[in-house]
């Protein structure tokens, strides 16, 4: 569980691997675009920031976060991306269509990953709240953006290294 009011975002930049060789795609969700952009953002800035060139970073939009784990598997059948973050939000209404669409994202994004052998970072807000995904776009508990792009790249770098 998050602590209030911390921004858990904060990294060792010294820690992360130069993304200089490496070519990322990212899937956004339409959906819930306030939020989601936000998301992207984060993630793009912390992939520049760590290195990757701008023209290797391949950003892509999918109508929801349903058709996240899709638009991930294109984007990996590429042999050029080396990684891919699914970026979206999914936000409690009164019915149980949030539990179906939040389970078959996280396990279609992890399944792409398996079947790729490429990383396939999930960065899908379940909140129960707007405020809560506020918060976590790039509000008081930081940007998942850029912990998702953080994770893509360690994973990209383990790969390479094992």
């Known amino acids: 569980m998050a602590t209030i009011n911390k921004n858990l975002s904060h990294y060792d930049k010294n820690s992360i691997p130069n993304g200089a060789d490496f070519k990322v795609g990212i899937v956004v969700s339409e959906w819930n675009d306030?939020?989601?952009l936000n998301l992207l953002k984060g993630a793009k800035e912390a992939l520049i920031e760590n290195g990757v060139k701008e023209d290797n970073i391949h950003v892509h939009f999918a109508p929801g976060s349903f058709e996240l784990s899709?638009?991930?598997q294109w984007l990996l059948e590429k042999d050029e991306i080396d990684g891919v973050v699914a970026i979206g939000s999914v936000i409690q209404g009164e019915t149980k269509h949030f539990d179906f669409?939040?389970?078959a994202?996280?396990?279609?994004i992890k399944d792409v990953g398996l079947k790729y052998n490429k990383p396939a970072i999930f960065c899908v807000l379940t909140d129960n709240t707007m405020q809560q995904a506020i918060d976590r776009s790039g509000g008081k508990h930081g940007n998942k953006g850029i912990e998702?792009?953080?994770?893509?790249?360690k994973m990209i770098q383990l790969?390479?290294?094992?």
Do not use: E, M, P, Y
Request: with cysteine; net charge positive.
């Open 34 to 36: 306030n939020i989601t």
């Open 70 to 72: 899709l638009g991930s």
């Open 101 to 103: 669409v939040c389970d």
């Open 105 to 108: 994202t996280a396990q279609g």
């Open 148 to 153: 998702a792009a953080i994770a893509c790249l």
């Open 159 to 162: 790969k390479k290294t094992i």
